[in-house]
């Protein structure tokens, strides 16, 4: 089942596109609200680049776990930004969150509506364990669950978990641990060279955080935190993570926290507010269900359905980007549209900067732009499951 989506005149300045950067599960950003560290991001991010707040016409909210006062999100983050004439809806979408906030933005302005500030913010570390109370007169005790441990164990449809999901796609395909391997170190080689000449790459797009907090001092984070490279030799003596599978420690992605942002408006507009800079069309998207618990596979319907939206062929793409939790994801994406794995995420991708969960694809495409725009401009396509049995795709053009 897939569904896909032309834009009208959506687009964003690329001075309009950043990210923090991605702490680590546990690491510097751990008891920070994702809220919190949305406001830091945020805020800096629009003063440094020079956007007028008053522009701002409306804000999607993109998050997946619940922080205190998430009730509140949407209106609560717009006021703490000085936006307090402006609203806009909360989506949360698993690991799709970014592209769904994307798609409500570039709809909203193709109706005529204003500037649409996007932003989205996760913390897995220290998820909230959330009890379900029995009903009165039941002799059941309450429903416990933990949101983010949960979430990654279960599949309420399948029972599986999102580790299964790759480990059955490897399987069927015949991918070995080798070739799982090879596709880390890879990635880990591609990561790598993106951070030369002082990340000047990440720099263009990266905000640094500083957050003030009363019982933990002072928060700062300017770079990622706690990407791990992957060697041939250490890759090879990491065991896998469950009995008789391919996977290791290597080979799927580490949970972690972050935040990005971009403010989608039209052509005209971004001209404005972009003094003539670089612009990334949003172009297309599209959605993808596949066979239950078959999660990895996703990422081709996705593509194809953002490629048929938008009545271009996977060739005509100047640069492709993934989000890839599993190395299986990117070994079965490049078996299936004959893209070679070399040729996908050249700057890295969240198999070694992390996945946050809802900030995670959007972070992912404003690398993709910043690709584009040093090889001159083009077309560019992201792709990215979600949970379950789920992915979305997002293609974008970069012009001068």
Known sequence: MTSGAAYRDAVIPLTALWTSPFARWGGALSHVSSLDLA??????????????????EGLVLGWTVPQPAIFYGATTLATRL??????????????ATSVAALHQAAA????GVGPQLIVTTDRTSNGPDLSWPAPVGSEEGP???NWVRSSFSQDPVTGQSMLATAEAVAAECGFTRDALDALAVLRSEQYTAALSDDRTLQRDFMVGIEIEQEDFGTVRLLADEGVRPVTTDSAGQLPAVRPGGVHTAATQTHPADGTAG????????ARELADRGPIVRLVASGFARVEPARMPKALVPAAQAALHAAGMKIDTMDAISTHNPFAVNDLYFARETGVAPDAMNVSGCSLL??????????????ELAHVLRARGGGLGLFTGCAAGDTAAALIIE???
């Open 262 to 269: 971009a403010l989608v408006t039209t052509t005209p507009r």
């Open 82 to 95: 000085g936006m307090s004439h402006v609203s806009g809806p909360m989506l949360h979408q698993a690991c």
């Open 39 to 56: 406001v830091a991001g945020t805020s800096r991010a629009l003063s440094e680049r020079g956007i007028d707040r008053d522009a701002v």
């Open 398 to 400: 970069v012009t001068d």
């Open 143 to 145: 429903v416990r669950e």
């Open 353 to 366: 900067f992390g996945h946050p969960q809802g900030p995670t694809g959007l972070r992912t495409v404003t």
């Open 108 to 111: 909203a302005v193709g109706t």
